[in-house]
């Protein structure tokens, strides 16, 4: 019995050592810049979709949400749920609530789940771990002052397939 | 919003070598410079896209003819070449073009999961 006794201790603290780290993983796994977008319509309508998730002292998480392409910057969350690999958020734009649930893969790195807005049929979402643009590193940007240069790099590219695309930055 | 549907379904799903993607930003709307031009290309960081800064309009009437665009600017615009195409006099006519919100066939517009498909149709095996 005493032995039982000596050893209980150390048996509870090495079961709380291997416990504490592996919820701490889970938790922290979410903090964060998410960015990425809701499938509206796969491949078609996709409304690009930023989340910032940060833990506060007491626990609770925050979250703030940009849809940038609808006006929606720095938006503030209700509602931030979070228990292992599994998020739930819920915020209210134009009078309707709008939950997204989601789960964190195991790389820590990707989000997968659902968007619900209001009533509506839940649509796919899914948000990567990126840094914000303006930490990023810039990419090369080449100027071009007519069709000239882009010319010059598509049949030099010969022997590949070739997209071009023209776009507005905004 | 188009480049990065595309880079979510052309570029993170086929990663063949064989394929070039040349995102050129324009000076379409209010507030298109090229540091917007910049932080938009920032989001899409890959080996296979060149990103380029057009100061002026000039593409958006050089690719009108070749998608068939009679009136407007071509912009919003995704315009795929096979591998053996060479770009002469004009703006060749390419393998297929997918566009958002111009007076052009409905079933062409942008559906960035068809447009895989057709670059895949189009790569080696």
């Known amino acids: ?170 | 919003m188009g480049s990065r549907v595309v880079a979510r379904h052309v570029l993170q799903k086929i990663d063949h070598e064989d394929l070039r993607v040349y995102m050129v930003w324009l000076p379409i709307l209010d507030g298109d410079d090229r540091e917007a031009a910049q932080r938009s290309a920032n989001r899409i960081a890959e080996p296979r896209v060149t990103h380029y800064w057009g100061s002026d309009l000039e593409l958006t009437e050089t690719f009108k003819a070749p998608i068939g665009l009679e009136e407007g600017k071509a912009w919003d615009i995704f315009v795929l070449y096979d591998d053996d195409t060479v770009w002469g006099g004009e703006v060749p006519r390419p393998s297929s073009f997918m566009h958002q919100r111009l007076p052009l066939p409905e079933e062409r517009t942008l559906d960035a999961r068809e447009l895989a498909r057709e670059v895949r149709s189009l790569l080696p095996e």
């Open chain 1, 1 to 170: 019995m005493q032995r039982i006794e000596r050893v209980f201790p150390v048996l509870f603290c090495l079961t709380l050592l291997l416990c504490v780290p592996s919820l701490c993983r889970a938790d922290d796994g979410f903090e964060g810049r998410w960015e990425g977008a809701i499938l509206f319509k796969e491949g078609q309508i996709e409304l690009d979709m930023v989340a910032r998730l940060q833990q506060q002292p007491g626990g609770d998480w925050k979250a703030v949400v940009d849809l940038p392409v609808v006006g929606v910057v720095d938006h503030s969350t209700e509602d931030v749920r979070i228990e292992e690999d599994q998020i739930v958020l819920r915020f209210t734009l134009q009078g309707a609530e709008q939950t997204l649930t989601g789960r964190l893969d195991e790389d820590g790195t990707v989000i997968e789940g659902t968007f619900q807005r209001g009533e509506q049929p839940p649509s796919p979402v899914y948000l990567e771990r990126r840094a914000a643009p303006e930490d990023r590193p810039d990419v090369e940007l080449l100027s071009l002052s007519g069709p000239v240069e882009l010319k010059e790099r598509f049949n030099r590219d010969l022997g590949n397939v070739r997209l071009v695309l023209l776009l507005a930055p905004t």
